[in-house]
């Protein structure tokens, strides 16, 4: 299937495996000019080379940021200012009984899932407006709507993606930009596939 998204440049947080590089190596074999990120140099490097051996294709570079660091993230836009399409994917897990959640893995949690789609969108949703064009994606999961017992802080930050990007969405009214969420989980995984 042609996307029509030859020689864009996408970035894919959280890339270096699953279901960001899934989707970085769908993107590449679409001729997208690809930015793989993840939290370690090493791990993002082998990504991009295991990458381009795979799909056979050049266009693959890599940032490596630590998204539970705000620096961190301020330093990937100023070395990427402008891309087409933003896959907000990185995120963190961990189950945890509700009454031993802390506060300081509340945040940990919005800082990671939430707020770093919050400032990569920030960063970006201007300049795509302004060129006419432009995709940004969260990928969210079943746990927004089906919440984890186990799990209730991660559940209530793929909520919280959901309604950012809806929010987004309603900005983009007349334009070619486009802002959606995916909700995967094993069962949409198996079903329909993590990308088209």
């Known amino acids: 299937m042609d996307f029509k998204i030859k020689n864009k ?3 894919v947080t959280g890339s270096t495996a699953g279901i960001g590089y899934a ?4 993107l590449a074999n679409e001729g997208v000019n690809v930015i793989v990120n993840g939290r370690k140099t ?3 490097n082998e990504a991009v080379g295991k990458l381009k051996k795979e799909t056979g294709m050049a266009n693959i570079t890599g940032i490596a940021a630590d998204f539970e660091d705000k620096e961190q993230v301020g330093q990937l836009i100023n070395q990427l ?3 087409d399409i933003l896959i907000n994917n990185v995120g963190i897990f961990e189950p945890k009984a509700f009454n031993d959640i802390t506060d300081e893995d509340w945040f940990k949690f919005y800082e990671v899932n939430v707020l770093s789609g919050i400032r990569l ?3 970006y ?3 795509m407006i302004a060129k ?3 995709r940004i994606i969260f990928i969210s999961s079943e746990s927004a709507i089906q919440i984890p017992e186990e799990m209730i802080h991660y559940g ?3 909520t919280a993606q959901i309604a950012v990007a809806r929010g987004l969405a309603e900005l983009t009214k007349g334009t070619n930009v486009t802002v959606n969420t995916r909700t995967t989980g094993p069962n949409f995984i198996r079903r329909r596939g993590w990308f088209y």
């Open 23 to 26: 989707i970085a190596k769908a």
């Open 42 to 44: 090493d791990r993002v």
């Open 132 to 134: 006419n064009w432009g």
């Open 125 to 127: 949703f201007n300049k």
């Open 121 to 123: 969108s920030r960063a």
């Open 156 to 158: 209530m930050t793929k």
């Open 9 to 11: 440049t996408a970035l």
């Open 81 to 83: 200012p402008e891309v």
